[in-house]
C-alpha cells in the first residue's frame, strides 16, 4: 500500500525501498540501510543520491556519510506548494491562451473555432480587452446580448471597455429602447446604427481582431468564435459596406 503511494510520487521500487528504511531509521549512515533493504551498496547509493536530489533524503558529509530522511510532512507541504504554484501557471496559461491562439491560427493560416455556451459568453468578453484592437464591430440581432452575459455583468464590462480605449461600433435590425447595447453615446466610445429587420435578418455576431464570435443557437445558448484572419477581415468589410447605408436612430 505504501510502496503505491510512494509510486504516485514518481519513485522507483529502490528508491522506496531506500526511503522507508530511512524513515524507519533515522539518521543513520549507509550499513545499517544495506541491512534493512539487503540490496548492494552501489544501488543504495545511486538512490540516495536520488533521493537527496527530489528532497527526500539529506546527506550529512562529514568523517562517514550519514542520512536522513525528509519528514512526511514536509513532503506533503512542497507538494501542496507544487499544486498552487501549478494552478497559478494554469490560469496565468488560460489567460494567455486566446492571444497564443491567434497567432497559432494565424500563423498557419487555419482557422481556430472554439464552442461556448451560455454565460461562458463572458470568457469572451474578457478576451476582448486583451486583443491589441482599437475597435468591436457588433451585428445585433432578433434578441440582446443582455439576456446571456447579464446586465450588470455587461455594464461593468463596458466601463471596463472604455477605459482601455476600445471602441464599439454596432448595426442592430431591433431598436430595444432598454437595451443598453443600443444607444448611441459618445462617452461610452459607441456609435449605433439600424437596418431593416425584413431586409437584413441579422444573428448575433461580434468581430475583434482576427476572432469572429456569433451566437449559434437562442434556445440553447450556443455560440462559437471563429479565429481567421481572412474570415474576420471579410466580415468587417461587409459590416463597414453596411454601415454606411444603415441609419442612425
Known sequence: MIDDYLKKLGLSDVESQVYLACLELGETPLNPILKKTGLPSTTVYQALDRL????????????RRRYLPTPPQNILAALRAEKNN????????????????????????????????????????????????????????????????????????????????VKSKTLSVTPYSDDIMLHNSQKDLREVRFLPQSEFPLSNVMIYGNNVAALLSRDENLGMVITSQEYAATLRGWFLELWHIAKKK
Open 86 to 165: 501549478l494552478q497559478e501557471t494554469i490560469t496565468s496559461f488560460e489567460e494567455a491562451l486566446p492571444l497564443l491562439s491567434s497567432r497559432y491560427s494565424t500563423s498557419l493560416h487555419q482557422p481556430l473555432v472554439r464552442f461556448f455556451r451560455g454565460r461562458e459568453v463572458r470568457r469572451i468578453a474578457e478576451e476582448i480587452l486583451k486583443e491589441p484592437i482599437d475597435t468591436i464591430y457588433y451585428f445585433s440581432g432578433n434578441h440582446r446580448l443582455v439576456e446571456m452575459i447579464g446586465e450588470q455583468y455587461l455594464r461593468d464590462w463596458m466601463k471596463r471597455r472604455v477605459k482601455v480605449g
Open 52 to 63: 537527496a536530489k527530489r528532497a527526500l533524503v539529506e546527506i550529512a558529509i562529514g568523517k
